[in-house]
C-alpha cells in the first residue's frame, strides 16, 4: 500500500549515477560515458559559499534539527491555509527523495493513487528517511552527499559538473555570486536556469543574495552591489562526443559494455574508470605528422583537380553535386554542437567553424 522505503543496506550504502571516465595510458582523460552526468568531489573542495547559501536558503535550522524542522513544518501548513504555499522540507528532507527516488512510480504503492493521501505518504516516507539518513551520517556528509546528487540544469548533475556546464570553473572556486545562481537553481533547474531563463534566474539568485546577507554571511552594500550585476556565465554542456578520439571511444564503449553485461556493471551509471593504451604524447606526435602530411596531400590534390577545371564530387552521371562540402560539415558531430550552442548568432557559428585548431 505504501510503496518501497530504502533499505537497510541502501541507507548505508547509497548510489547515485556517476559517469564513467577513459583515460590514456599516462592518465589524461580522454571522455565520458553518462546518463546523468555527474562526478562527486568531497566537501573541503567545494566553496564555503555553497554550504552557506544553500543553508541560508533551503534549510536556516539546518544544524539544529535531526531530519524534520518542526518549526518550518508548521510555518509551512500557516501559510498554505493562507493560499500562500511554501517549502519546509530540510535539505535531509530533500536529500532523502533526490537519492532514494521515493516519488518515482516503481517505489510507490496502491495509495498512491489515492487524491492527498499520495502526498502524504510520500511526505511520511520522506521524514522517515531523513531521520534515517540524520542518525547515520554527519552533518557534513549530508552537504556532501545533497550537493553531489541534485540537478542543476542543462544535464549537470552534483557541483563538480555543474560548476563546469555554467561557469567553467571548479567547485571550490565559486564566488559567492556564482554560488547564489546555482543553489538558487536547485528550486526548478527549468524554470531557474541562467542560460535559458536569465530574468527568473537573475531574480532567484537575488533571493539567494537576500538571504545571504540575513545570515550575516554578506553585508547590505555587498547584497546590493551583487544583486545589481546580471549573471556572467561560460556556459558549455558537456556530451558524449566530446573531447578527442570520438571514433575510438566509441570503440572502447563497445569493448566496455560488453564487460559490463558479463560482470553486472552499468557502464553509464557505475562510476568506473577505463584505462587504455593510448598514450597522450605519442598519440599528439601521430597527429602532428598526420596533419603536416595532410597539407602536402592537399596540396596534391588541390592542383590536380585545378587542372581538370571542376571539383571532384559528382553524382552517378558525372554532374557536379551542388554545395556538397557545406552539406557534409553540417552532418558532423562537431558541426550540430556548435550550432546548437550559437543558436540564432550566425556570426559567430561561423567565427567558431573558421577558428584555427
Known amino acids: 500500500l ?22 590514456t595510458a599516462d592518465g589524461v582523460l580522454l571522455g565520458r560515458y553518462f546518463r546523468e552526468n555527474r562526478s562527486p568531489v568531497p566537501l573541503n573542495q567545494m566553496s564555503p559559499w555553497l554550504v552557506k547559501a544553500l543553508i541560508s536558503t533551503e534549510d536556516a535550522r539546518f544544524y539544529e534539527h535531526s531530519g524534520i524542522d518542526a518549526k518550518a513544518l508548521l510555518s509551512t501548513v ?4 493562507r493560499g500562500d504555499k511554501r517549502g519546509g522540507s530540510t535539505i535531509s528532507q530533500q536529500l532523502a527523495k533526490n537519492l532514494y527516488k521515493i516519488r518515482r512510480g516503481e517505489n510507490q504503492g496502491g495509495l498512491s493513487h489515492v487524491p492527498g493521501v499520495s502526498t502524504v505518504v510520500n511526505k511520511t516516507k520522506e521524514w522517515m528517511t531523513a531521520v534515517e539518513l540524520e542518525s547515520r551520517y554527519t552533518k557534513e556528509e549530508i552537504l556532501r552527499m545533497y550537493l553531489n546528487t541534485v540537478e542543476y540544469g542543462s544535464n549537470a548533475f552534483g557541483i563538480k559538473v555543474a560548476a563546469k556546464t555554467f561557469f567553467s570553473t571548479t567547485p571550490d572556486s565559486l564566488t559567492p555570486e556564482q554560488a547564489a545562481v546555482l543553489i538558487g537553481v536547485l528550486n526548478n533547474p527549468t524554470a531557474f536556469n541562467p542560460k535559458f531563463h536569465p530574468v527568473a534566474a537573475t531574480r532567484r539568485r537575488n533571493v539567494v543574495l537576500q538571504r545571504l546577507g540575513q545570515a550575516g554571511y554578506l553585508t547590505a552594500m555587498q547584497v546590493k552591489t551583487m544583486q545589481a550585476e546580471p549573471i556572467v556565465l561560460d556556459y558549455q554542456v558537456e556530451k558524449h562526443v566530446d573531447g578527442p578520439d570520438t571514433y575510438f571511444r566509441g570503440a572502447i564503449s563497445q569493448a566496455a559494455n560488453k564487460w559490463c553485461d558479463e560482470h553486472g556493471y552499468d557502464l553509464y551509471r557505475d562510476g568506473l574508470r577505463v584505462y587504455t593504451t593510448i598514450d597522450s ?32 564530387w559528382v553524382d552517378e552521371d558525372g554532374h557536379e553535386i551542388p554545395d556538397f562540402i557545406a552539406t557534409q560539415m553540417k552532418r558532423t558531430e562537431s558541426y550540430k554542437t556548435l550550432a546548437t550552442r550559437y543558436q540564432g548568432r550566425p556570426a559567430r557559428l561561423d567565427s567558431a567553424l573558421n577558428a584555427k585548431r
Open 78 to 81: 500557516y501559510f498554505t491555509l
Open 281 to 312: 604524447r605519442m598519440q599528439t606526435h601521430a597527429e602532428e605528422a598526420v596533419d603536416q602530411r595532410m597539407k602536402s596531400l592537399q596540396q596534391t590534390f588541390d592542383n590536380f583537380w585545378r587542372n581538370q577545371r571542376q571539383n571532384p
Open 2 to 23: 505504501f510503496g518501497k522505503s530504502p533499505s537497510l543496506e541502501e541507507l548505508e550504502n547509497p548510489k547515485v549515477e556517476q559517469a564513467s571516465e577513459v583515460y
